[in-house]
């Protein structure tokens, strides 16, 4: 099993472009999430999809929108990039809620908005 | 809302010795679960431990394990006979138990040094 898998690992943006970070599992958990993490910060929760079919917002949702194209898929979407989303930003999944079950991370994307 | 702290930005230790890394948490909530990850150069995030605090017991796995005050709102995590290995930044977090509740709340993280 290959886990939870995020394309790209890197990318370069300027400001006011768009672009979409994929993420995959193949675990077949219900529960997927987005973080960004940045220098001295933990990480914050962007979206989680509780289930296919259904998105809520986390602490920092603003400038991103998500899509849970199925069980497996879970993307986040900037449609205009500011440095202020500079940032590394995972994926995670897990079988149900955190508070039961442990979520396991993708590797990560290192996004630059220049 | 619920917050973590973690009041130590960086923490070193001799290898083969033991180290503790602290964490503190705000909740009003009676029922949660509280975790450590480890997040190595790799940038990979692995949980270590993981809390049920409605368990007196405090958790262990292998050299891990946590002193968990429930009252105090604290939760700290001892690395005993340290290893290279566990060098890297440890997360602490926090997760409601209430249904509904699918956040993981994070510290800012503690960065751990192993000296040779």
């Known amino acids: 099993n290959a886990g939870v898998t995020q394309t790209p690992k890197f990318q370069v943006l300027k400001t006011g472009q768009s672009m979409t970070l994929q993420c995959a599992q193949d675990?077949?958990?219900?529960?997927m999430y987005w973080y960004r993490q940045d220098p001295g910060m933990g990480l914050r929760l962007i979206y989680y999809?509780?289930?296919?079919?259904?998105?809520d917002k986390g602490e920092v949702p603003n400038g991103y929108n998500v899509s849970r194209l199925n069980k497996r898929e879970f993307s986040l979407r900037l449609e205009s990039a500011a440095p202020s989303q500079t940032s590394v930003y995972f994926c995670a999944s897990s079988v149900e809620g955190a508070w039961l079950y442990e979520q396991y991370f993708g590797p990560g994307t290192r996004l630059t908005v220049t | 809302a619920q917050t973590v702290t973690q009041s130590q930005p960086e923490m070193s230790v001799q290898e083969a010795e033991t180290v503790t890394l602290s964490c503190t948490y705000d909740t009003s909530e009676s029922d949660y679960y509280l975790f450590w990850y480890k997040q190595p150069p790799s940038r990979q995030m692995i949980l270590v431990i993981r809390q049920e605090a409605y368990k007196q017991q405090n958790a262990t796995e292998n050299r891990f394990s946590v002193n968990f005050q429930k009252a105090a709102k604290s939760f700290s995590l001892k690395i005993s006979d340290s290893q290279l290995g566990d060098a890297a930044m440890y997360f602490c977090a926090y997760s409601g138990a209430q249904g509904g509740s699918e956040k993981l709340v994070f510290g800012k993280g503690t960065k751990l040094t192993v000296n040779p």
């Open positions: 675990m077949n958990h219900n529960s």
């Open positions: 999809s509780a289930s296919e079919g259904t998105t």
